[in-house]
């Protein structure tokens, strides 16, 4: 098979520039432009910022995990921990490139926006419409990278009698020792 074979799975339809889709031009699109645009600056950011939140706190309790894991007499602690490093991580790259797609979009808009007058003309009305929406958009959080301390506030770590109380609330306790018992076997 070749890749202009429709059934060859690398199969990529020549381009003619005549694909039969209107995607808008003038004023129709300015909206278009006007979605992106708040989209980027707006919409995406705000999520964004949430990402970088829970990324932050995770990277706070994924430090937590390490320390009272170390207090442990069980390797499960540390596995604990790495899997929150490993969600932390997911969250902190998902942050970046949510911030980047936002960038992104913002500059489509704009880029368009200088080809086409009747769209620029739409989109620069709605945007004077909702200037209020972007005078304060929401600013850029990037979460702490790998290796950035923790802001582990020492005393947040239990002291060995409270984690051991902690550990017997939860059946913790009993059950570490019922997997030592069983590797023992």
């Known amino acids: 098979m070749t890749r202009t074979d429709p059934h060859d799975p690398d199969y990529v339809p020549p381009y003619t520039g005549q694909d039969g889709r209107d995607v808008g031009s003038g004023d129709r699109f300015g909206g ?19 990402y970088s939140q829970a990324a932050a706190e995770l990277h706070y309790v994924q430090a937590l995990l390490e320390s009272i894991a170390s207090q442990l007499p069980h390797p499960v602690g540390h596995a604990i921990a790495r899997r929150a490093e490993d ?14 797609a936002g960038e992104t979009l913002v500059l489509i808009a704009d880029d368009y926006a200088k080809t086409d007058q009747e769209a620029r003309d739409q989109f620069a009305g709605l945007l004077e419409r909702d200037a209020s929406l972007f005078d304060n958009p929401p600013a850029r959080h990037d979460p702490p990278r790998p ?17 051991d109380q902690i550990l017997e609330d939860a059946d913790i306790e009993d059950q570490l020792a019922d997997d030592d018992a069983e590797e023992e076997d």
């Open 32 to 50: 278009d432009l006007y979605a992106l645009y708040s989209a980027g600056q707006l919409h995406i950011p705000t999520t964004a910022g949430h």
């Open 87 to 100: 969600v932390y991580d997911a969250l902190r790259l998902s942050t970046k490139r949510l911030y980047d």
């Open 147 to 163: 290796g950035d301390p923790p802001t582990v506030d020492p005393d947040d770590v239990p002291e060995e009698e409270d984690l």
